[in-house]
C-alpha cells in the first residue's frame, strides 16, 4: 500500500512561535519562496508521521483574515481553496483574547481546524491557566498544548491533525452566533447568497459576512456573477442601516462582536492562579524600551551587530581567500596544460575567480547576518527596535524595521537586501530593498578610500558618504509617493522575551544560506565568465570605444575608466584595481584630476549593484523589480556623474 498524503497549512499570529512550529515538524526537509503572482515569502516543508507524508505549508503571519495587505489575502485564499486537508491555528496562550480574533475568522471560514494552543510555559510564568478542553468544546475543534520551542506537544498535535483528517475526530468548528440584530440580517443576506452562482469553496456564511463588512476583493467576487450587483447593494443597505444604529463603520461594528464573543470565551476557558512575579524579563523590558535609555540600547545593540558582520565576515573572508588561493593556483596550472589559453583563462579568472568571490565575499558575510538575525528574531528584542525607531524612519518614507537591513548595508548589501523580508508588506519591502543598495558598504568603502580618501583627503571621502545618503534619502522619499498603495503604519505585538533554541538559530541560518546559494552563485560564476571572456577575447577595446560619449563626454573621465566600473559589477573593490590596470599606475593623481577621482568614486558608489546583490534583488523581489532598481542606479549616478563633471569643469578642478 502507497505512503498516504496530508497537506496541512500553519496559521496564526506574527511572534507567537509559528515559525519555531514549521522549523520542529520539517526540519530541514524545507523549500522557500514567493506565492505565485506575490512577493510574499512562501515556506513549505515535508514531514512523515503513521504512515502519511505530510506537506506542511507556512502561512504568512497575518492577524486577521481581511483584504488590507498581501498577507492576509494570501493566507486567506488558500485556505479558503481547500488545498490544505488541516489548518493548524497557532495560538499565543499568554495573549489569548489577542489570538482568538484570527481563530474567529477561521471558524467563519468553515475549514477543518485544529488549535495549537502554543507557548503554555510563558502563560504559566505570568500566572495564566487555560482549560483547553473547554476551549476545545466551544469551538468545536482539538485544542492541543505546546511548547514549539522544546518540541512539547508537537506528537499530539500532529495526532490530532491525522485524527481530523481520518474523521476520527470533529474538524469542522461550530458556527459562532453573534448578536441578534446581527444575525437577522445575515441570515437573510445568507439566503441571497446561496441563490448565486459562487464558488463551492467559499462558504455562504463566510461571504455573507464578508459582504456585510463590505470587503473589497469579496465585493468583486459576487459582483462578476450574474444577480450578483443586487446582492452586493442589500449588503450595502444593510450596512448602512446597522451603522446608523450604532453610530460606527461596519468593519468597527464586526470586531466588536467578534471580541465581544471572544471575551466570553476567555471568561470561560482562563484563570489567573497568582500575580506574576517581576523577573529579568520585566526588567530588560522597561530598559529595551524606555524613551532615553531605549535608544542607547538600540544603538549598542546595532553598533554590535554591523561590527559582528562586518568584522566577522572580513576575517572569514581573508581566511578563506588565503586558503582558497593555492588551489585556484593549482587549477589555473592543470587547466593550461589540458585546455587552450583562452579558454583556460575564461574558466580560471572568470568561473572559478567568481565562485572564490562568491566564497570570500557573499558567504562570510551571509552567515553571520542570519545567525544575528535568527537571534534578534528568536529573542524578541526586533518588534522593540522597530517601535523605537519607527517615527524616525517614517519621516524619510520608511518602515521602523527598515532600520535593521539598512544598518547591515554598511558591512555587505547581499544580507541587507535578503533582510527586507521582515518587513510586513510588499511595498516597504520594495521601498526597503532600494535604500539598501544605495547604502555604501564594505566594497565601496574601498572604492572611496582607496581613490578619493588617498588621493584627495578624508574629508573629501566622507563627504561621499553624505552625498550617497542624501540621495538615498530623497530617491527613497520619493519612491515612497510613487509607489502604489497606503503607508503601513507600526501595528504589531511586541512579544515576551524568550531564550533563543540553538537548534531553531541553526535551522533557520541553513535555510536562508542554503536558499541563498542555490540562487545567486549560478548568476555570480555566469557574470565572472562573461566579462573574462570579453577580456581574454580582446573585445575590452571595441567596449571603450563605444562607451567613449558616455565616460569622457557625460563623465569626464579617461575613456579606459568605463573597464573598472564594467567590473565593479561582479566586485566594487574591483574598481580600484583595475582602473590602476587600465590606467597603468597606481598613482591616481598622475593621470587624473581631483574632479576627475572624485566623480569616479561617486558614480562606483552609486551605480547598479554588484551581481552578488542583484541576485539578491531577483531572488526578493522578482526580476522586473530589480532591473528596474539597477537602471535607476545606472540614472542617478550618471546624472550626478555628468552635474559634478560640469561643476568641476567650470571651477577648473
Known amino acids: 500500500m502507497g505512503m498516504k498524503r496530508l497537506t496541512i497549512a500553519l496559521a496564526g499570529n506574527a511572534n507567537v512561535g509559528k515559525s519555531c512550529v514549521f522549523n520542529q515538524l520539517t526540519g ?23 504512515g502519511y507524508r505530510i506537506k506542511v505549508i507556512d502561512l504568512p503571519g497575518t492577524y486577521s483574515l481581511s483584504a488590507y495587505s498581501a498577507e492576509e489575502v494570501v493566507a486567506r485564499d488558500f485556505i479558503a481553496s481547500r488545498e490544505a486537508d488541516v489548518v493548524i491555528d497557532i495560538v499565543d496562550a499568554s495573549a489569548l483574547e489577542r489570538n482568538l480574533y484570527l481563530t474567529l475568522q477561521l471558524v467563519e471560514l468553515e475549514t477543518p481546524l485544529v488549535v495549537a494552543l502554543n507557548q503554555v510555559d510563558m502563560a504559566e510564568k505570568k500566572g495564566i491557566v487555560i482549560d483547553h478542553e473547554k476551549l476545545s468544546e466551544i469551538l ?36 459562532i452566533l453573534y448578536g441578534r440584530e446581527i444575525e437577522e440580517r445575515l441570515r437573510a443576506l445568507e439566503r441571497e447568497v446561496e441563490g448565486l ?26 459582483s462578476r456573477v450574474e444577480g450578483g450587483r443586487r446582492v ?36 470561560e476557558v482562563q484563570r489567573i492562579i497568582a500575580p506574576p512575579r517581576v523577573k529579568w524579563e520585566r526588567y530588560l523590558e522597561s530598559l529595551t524600551t524606555h524613551p532615553v535609555l531605549g535608544y542607547i ?50 574558466v580560471v579568472n572568470g ?76 511595498r516597504e519591502r520594495c521601498l526597503c530593498g532600494f535604500a539598501t543598495v544605495l547604502i555604501p558598504c564594505a566594497a565601496r568603502t574601498i572604492v572611496i578610500l582607496g581613490v578619493v580618501g588617498r588621493f584627495i583627503g578624508i574629508a573629501a571621502a566622507l563627504s561621499i558618504y553624505l552625498v550617497d545618503f542624501a540621495v538615498m534619502l530623497l ?6 509617493k510613487a509607489l502604489p498603495g497606503e503607508p503601513v503604519g507600526l501595528i504589531m505585538e511586541i512579544p515576551p522575551y524568550r531564550r533563543p533554541s540553538l537548534r531553531s538559530l ?35 577595446e571595441p567596449v571603450i570605444s563605444v562607451m567613449e560619449p558616455f565616460t569622457s563626454g557625460l563623465l569626464g573621465l579617461p575613456a579606459q575608466a568605463i573597464v573598472p566600473l564594467l567590473f565593479g559589477f561582479l566586485r566594487k573593490e574591483l574598481a580600484v584595481v583595475m582602473l590602476a590596470d587600465a590606467l597603468g599606475t597606481t598613482d591616481f593623481s598622475q593621470v587624473m584630476s581631483m574632479g576627475q577621482m572624485y566623480t569616479f568614486a561617486l558614480v562606483a558608489t552609486l551605480y547598479i549593484p554588484c551581481v552578488a546583490t542583484l541576485a539578491a534583488l531577483v531572488k526578493e523581489f522578482g526580476w522586473r523589480r530589480a532591473i528596474t532598481i539597477a537602471l535607476l542606479t545606472i540614472a542617478v549616478a550618471s546624472a550626478l556623474g555628468g552635474l559634478l563633471h560640469l561643476a568641476f569643469y567650470l571651477v577648473g578642478v
Not at 565572472?528 to 570579453?534: H, I, Q, V, W
Open 140 to 175: 468545536g475543534v482539538p485544542v492541543v498544548p505546546t511548547v514549539a520551542v522544546t518540541g512539547v506537544g508537537l506528537k499530539e498535535l500532529l495526532q490530532a491533525v491525522v485524527d481530523v483528517a481520518e474523521g476520527k475526530r470533529p474538524g469542522k468548528p461550530k458556527r
Open 351 to 426: 568561473a572559478l575567480v567568481g565562485l572564490v568571490a562568491g566564497l570570500t565575499v557573499v558567504l562570510p558575510y551571509i552567515i553571520p547576518f542570519h545567525i544575528i538575525l535568527s537571534l534578534l528574531e528568536d529573542s524578541g528584542y526586533l518588534p522593540r527596535a522597530a517601535y523605537l525607531t519607527d517615527n524616525l524612519m517614517h519621516k524619510v518614507g520608511l518602515h521602523g524595521k527598515a532600520l535593521i537591513p539598512i544598518l547591515l548595508g554598511f558591512g555587505c548589501n547581499v544580507p541587507a537586501c535578503v533582510g527586507c523580508r521582515i518587513l510586513e508588506t510588499d
Open 197 to 222: 452562482n459562487l464558488p463551492r469553496k467559499y462558504p455562504s456564511r463566510w461571504l455573507s459576512i464578508k459582504l456585510l463588512e463590505l470587503d473589497p476583493l469579496v465585493v468583486d467576487l459576487v
Open 232 to 267: 452586493v447593494e442589500l449588503a450595502e443597505e444593510i450596512a448602512r442601516e446597522l451603522e446608523d444604529m450604532h453610530g460606527e463603520p461596519i468593519g468597527v461594528i464586526m470586531a466588536a462582536e467578534r471580541y465581544s464573543k471572544i471575551t466570553r470565551m476567555v471568561s
Open 475 to 480: 530617491i527613497t522619499r520619493l519612491a515612497y
Open 28 to 50: 530541514l526537509n524545507q523549500t522557500i519562496g514567493n506565492w505565485p503572482g506575490k512577493t510574499v515569502e512562501k515556506a513549505e516543508g515535508t514531514l512523515y508521521f503513521q
Open 506 to 540: 541553526l535551522s533557520k541560518t541553513w535555510v536562508r544560506t542554503r536558499e541563498f546559494i542555490v540562487i545567486a552563485f549560478p548568476i555570480i560564476i555566469v557574470a565572472s565568465t562573461f566579462l573574462e571572456a570579453l577580456n581574454s577575447f580582446n573585445l575590452v
Open 297 to 346: 540600547i538600540l544603538a549598542a545593540v546595532l553598533a554590535g551587530m554591523l561590527s559582528f558582520v562586518f568584522y566577522v565576515g572580513g576575517l572569514a573572508s581573508a581566511s578563506i581567500e588565503e586558503g582558497t588561493a593555492p588551489l585556484l593556483e593549482l587549477a589555473e596550472e592543470l587547466l593550461k596544460q589540458a585546455l587552450p589559453q583562452e579558454v583556460a583563462s575564461v
